[in-house]
């Protein structure tokens, strides 16, 4: 059974920084595309960060040049490097898991964590 369990959030101030963590368990990280999506209050769930089996790696135009994606398939773990947090960043934060092996039996298939909220305020 697949499990994701995000980690790392918290209250921060604008300009500070935060990583993010999600712990993956029941799967083999290395054959699903990961990404984090965030959702703030009232607004709908967007794609913060992507990196996927292929190596392609993208990023919202919001988060370009401050949020880091990367992934430590060894250890099942992604992470989410956020610096120059803003105001508009404050969020729950999600992680997402696509098996992307054709191979396996849940192909297609798509996994979510229950999230860590951020919180950017002064």
């Known amino acids: 059974q697949v499990q994701l369990a995000e980690s790392g959030g918290g209250l921060v101030q604008p300009g500070d920084s935060l990583r993010l963590s999600c712990a993956a368990s029941?799967?083999?990280?290395?054959?699903?595309?990961m990404a984090w999506y965030r959702q703030a209050p009232g607004k709908q769930r967007e794609l913060v960060a992507a990196?996927?089996?292929?190596?392609?790696?993208d990023y919202a135009d919001s988060v370009k040049g401050r949020f880091t994606i990367s992934r430590d398939n060894a250890e099942n773990t992604m992470y989410l490097q956020m610096k120059s947090l803003k105001v508009e960043d404050t969020a729950v934060y999600y992680c997402?898991?696509?098996?992307?092996?054709?191979?396996?039996?849940?192909?297609?298939?798509?996994?979510w964590g229950k999230g860590t909220l951020v919180t950017v305020s002064s």
């Open positions: 990196s996927r089996v292929i190596g392609s790696i």
């Open positions: 029941g799967m083999a990280m290395s054959i699903y595309d």
């Open positions: 997402n898991a696509v098996s992307a092996s054709s191979w396996a039996d849940d192909y297609g298939m798509e996994y």
